[in-house]
């Protein structure tokens, strides 16, 4: 995880945004902006945003996977693999 170097007031958010803008397309290095001197907010450029939320959602399906398999949903791999050729014989 990348250390935040920035933190900022919100008034220097608020005079500075443009400037803020341009320095996350170039770095990409998150701001913490505080307000009455505690963090309030993270900024960050689209990229790590959306980077993030594909992340997210991956460990989610991962997540769910996991929790079927401990409950017994899952299939053996003998199964899955009849399953899978069955798929392609009826393709054919």
């Known amino acids: 995880m990348p250390s935040v170097n920035h933190i900022k ?3 220097y958010l608020k005079s500075h945004a443009a400037q803020i803008s341009e320095d996350l397309e170039m770095n990409g ?5 505080t307000q009455n001197g505690e963090a309030s907010m993270v ?11 594909s992340l ?3 460990l989610k399906i991962i ?3 996991e929790k079927d398999r401990q409950e017994g949903k899952g299939l053996s791999v003998e199964a899955s693999r009849a ?4 798929a ?4 054919k």
């Open 29 to 33: 290095n998150p701001y913490v902006i």
């Open 9 to 11: 007031s919100i008034s």
């Open 88 to 91: 392609r014989l009826s393709r």
């Open 83 to 86: 399953q899978l050729k069955a």
């Open 43 to 53: 900024i960050e450029n689209i990229k790590q945003f959306q980077e993030k939320e």
């Open 56 to 58: 997210i959602a991956a």
């Open 63 to 65: 997540a769910l996977g």
